[in-house]
Nanobody
Framework: QVQLVESGGGLVQPGGSLRLSCVAS????????MAWYRQAPGNQRELVAV???????TYGDSVKGRFTISRDNARNTVLLQMNSLKPEDTAVYLC??????????????WGQGTQVTVSS
């Protein structure tokens, strides 16, 4: 299957920046969309940003103008640059990918998540 390993989370002060990385590995031929979701305690999972295999991006309204998603297809990596962080950005950030191989149709895969805490 596909393993998604996130890194880059941590504690940052309001107004600060973090960069999250997610690397996909395992049994797949290609990856379609890659995305970042987040889930704060007591909240439902929400879309932060998504990038297609061709590089088209969309963002959730709450992060628009502050976050940037990008991907490196050669390294099967998706990045999330987070600037001007706010306390309300505090959440577990989860990497998502839709991947397929010659042996299976497109499937959804999730990483374990990385904690981002924005606090003074």
């Amino acid at each position: 299957q596909v393993q998604l390993v996130e890194s880059g989370g941590g504690l940052v002060q309001p107004g600060g920046s973090l960069r999250l990385s997610c690397v996909a590995s395992g049994d797949f031929y290609a990856i379609n969309d890659m995305a970042w979701y987040r889930q704060a305690p007591g909240n439902q999972r929400e879309l932060v940003a998504v990038v297609t295999s061709g590089g088209a991006t969309t963002y959730g309204d709450s992060v628009k103008g502050r976050f940037t998603i990008s991907r490196d297809n050669a390294r099967n990596t998706v990045l999330l640059q987070m600037n001007s962080l706010k306390p309300e950005d505090t959440a577990v950030y989860l990497c998502y990918a839709e991947a397929y191989s010659y042996n299976y149709s497109p499937r959804k895969f999730w990483g374990q998540g990385t904690q981002v805490t924005v606090s003074s």
